[in-house]
């Protein structure tokens, strides 16, 4: 349901309980609320938090799928968006914990999106698209997984698909993470659509990325409307 998707109102809540929570209390649910606060918030302190709280589960558990799943997202972020960078082979690691993820559960649709996201980030489009289109196929309506999909399409260049699985999201998913209109900019960009482009920027609440600002400036600049 919307109001129970993984950035709705009810995990919103159970975050905010698991926030106040002492270290030695946080469960492997608390810490899978605190990915999906990161997703929704993408901040570096929420990022922060989020990997050294899924590393820990993974000790623990370490056949924890989705765990290591969502760990790829972290690990990607330390090089898409420079969050806390830990090592210079992080699209690596990100993969081996993807590959680890898929020897666990290889029907689980929000693992396989992960892997299609490190597969197009370590350079191999071709494998990231098979990966992401079954993963909505295991899952054609799931939220999460259409969300990382439209990244991934966005990511290798499909921008038709990326646009058609976008308009799924907003349909099935009104509180979809902010940032997902960066991609559907993309889009928007490729179609020469400039002031469509500068509506879905606006919109990601990432005034703090450089690169919001530079893209809002190309967009103006290619409208001609400064």
């Not at 991934?152 to 976008?166: H, K, L, P, S, W």
């Not at 400039?194 to 509506?199: G, Q, S, T």
């Amino acid at each position: 349901s919307r109001i129970g998707d993984p950035y709705g109102e009810v995990n919103r809540a159970e975050y905010g309980n698991s926030d106040r929570k002492a270290p030695k209390f946080i469960s492997s649910y608390d810490c899978i609320l605190r990915y999906f606060e990161y997703l929704r918030a993408l901040t570096n302190e929420h990022h922060k938090i989020a990997r050294e709280c899924l590393e820990s589960v993974i000790e623990i558990e370490p056949a924890y799928g989705e765990a290591l799943a969502y760990l790829t997202d972290l690990y990607l972020d330390e090089v898409g968006i420079g969050f806390n960078p830990t090592t210079e082979r992080a699209v690596e690691k990100a993969l081996q914990y993807a590959r680890q993820a898929m020897s666990v559960d290889a029907t689980n649709a929000q693992i396989r999106v992960r892997l299609a996201r490190a597969r197009y980030m370590n350079d191999n489009p071709r494998r990231a698209r098979m990966e992401a289109e079954e993963a909505l196929r295991l899952a054609p309506n799931n939220s999460d997984v259409m969300t990382v999909a439209t990244d991934v399409f966005a990511g290798i260049g499909a921008y038709e698909r990326t646009t058609e699985v976008f308009n799924r999201v907003e349909i099935l998913n009104p509180n979809y993470p902010a940032w997902l209109n960066w991609k559907v900019a993309l889009a928007h960009f490729v179609h020469e659509k400039y002031a469509d482009a500068v509506v879905s920027l606006e919109m990601t609440q990432t005034d703090w990325w450089y690169w919001t600002h530079v893209a809002i400036a190309s967009a103006h600049c290619a409208n001609d409307s400064i």
